[in-house]
């Protein structure tokens, strides 16, 4: 489905503190299944996520996103394919809110404003009215068991339904993949496995699923289909596909 070819990701070039982020890396993500990108603190992995999910574009290589529907990919096309690295910004912003859904570590949700609110947020710019985005919300805070606290403050939630809001807030799209970064890190075990069994049932709706994590209980959890290990921005055991 996301196919990486050679990308490299440099930041500061040609300054003194230079440095190589992401290094010559080649990659095939495949379609519905569960890919962990595992490694230290520094290790690229966060980089790599950005690069993949049209937050940042490589220094050099290419990367494809094939069977997406976006609104410039003609209609016809029965596998259509798009080279995301080399796309004007506003086609990546197309294709971050119809293709991607995001699971950021720090959850990033709004404060001062409710989970349900926090919920909607990524749809507001497609256009859709209020009343049909609003009613997928509540579906969607209802399928976690949080409907209850559509209208709190995200401030006044526990770690683990601020943990539900912002995976709601990530399929509100529909997306087809799903980008995790490190998203176990401030969980305590009982919460990073809940987390992992949600994973599990995205992934068996067909989606597909990027994670960057160095937690043992995400990368020895059965559910993963690939532990992809990565250091100083290289892929150093898992990449072949």
């Given at each position: 489905?996301?196919?990486?070819?050679?990308?490299?990701?440099?930041?500061?070039?040609?300054?003194?503190?230079e440095?190589?982020?992401?290094?010559?890396v080649?990659?095939?993500?495949?379609?519905?299944?569960?890919?962990?990108?595992?490694?230290?603190?520094?290790?690229?992995?966060?980089?790599?996520?950005?690069?993949?999910?049209?937050?940042?574009?490589?220094?050099?290589?290419?990367?494809?996103?094939?069977?997406?529907?976006?609104?410039?990919?003609?209609?016809?096309?029965?596998?259509?394919?798009?080279?995301?690295?080399?796309?004007?910004?506003?086609?990546?912003?197309?294709?971050?809110?119809?293709?991607?859904?995001?699971?950021?570590?720090?959850?990033?949700?709004?404060?001062?404003?409710?989970?349900?609110?926090?919920?909607?947020?990524?749809?507001?710019?497609?256009?859709?009215?209020?009343?049909?985005?609003?009613?997928?919300a509540?579906?969607?805070?209802?399928?976690?068991?949080?409907?209850?606290?559509?209208?709190?403050?995200?401030?006044?939630?526990?770690?683990?339904?601020?943990?539900?809001?912002?995976?709601?807030?990530?399929?509100?799209?529909?997306?087809?993949?799903?980008?995790?970064?490190?998203?176990?890190?401030?969980?305590?075990?009982?919460?990073?496995?809940?987390?992992?069994?949600?994973?599990?049932?995205?992934?068996?709706?067909?989606?597909?699923?990027?994670?960057?994590?160095h937690?043992?209980?995400?990368?020895?959890?059965?559910?993963?289909?690939?532990?992809?290990?990565?250091?100083?921005?290289?892929?150093?055991?898992?990449?072949s596909?």
């Amino acid at each position: 489905m996301i196919e990486l070819v050679h990308v490299s990701k440099q930041f500061n070039a040609g300054r003194a503190n230079e440095f190589q982020a992401v290094d010559d890396v080649s990659l095939t993500i495949r379609r519905g299944e569960l890919t962990i990108l595992k490694g230290p603190s520094g290790s690229g992995k966060t980089t790599l996520l950005s690069l993949v999910g049209c937050m940042s574009r490589p220094t050099s290589g290419r990367i494809y996103l094939r069977g997406v529907r976006t609104s410039f990919v003609p209609g016809d096309e029965a596998e259509p394919v798009v080279d995301i690295s080399s796309l004007p910004e506003r086609f990546l912003t197309d294709i971050r809110r119809r293709a991607f859904g995001f699971i950021f570590q720090q959850f990033n949700l709004v404060r001062g404003v409710t989970a349900l609110e926090n919920v909607m947020l990524p749809s507001y710019p497609t256009g859709e009215g209020y009343a049909a985005i609003r009613r997928r919300a509540d579906e969607l805070l209802e399928r976690f068991g949080i409907r209850r606290q559509g209208g709190s403050r995200v401030e006044w939630l526990s770690g683990g339904e601020l943990q539900r809001v912002a995976i709601a807030r990530a399929l509100i799209n529909d997306p087809a993949v799903i980008i995790a970064d490190e998203p176990t890190a401030h969980l305590d075990s009982r919460l990073s496995r809940e987390l992992l069994d949600l994973l599990g049932s995205f992934k068996a709706q067909g989606r597909t699923i990027i994670m960057a994590s160095h937690d043992p209980i995400a990368c020895d959890h059965p559910l993963a289909d690939r532990v992809v290990e990565m250091r100083d921005g290289r892929i150093v055991a898992g990449g072949s596909s």
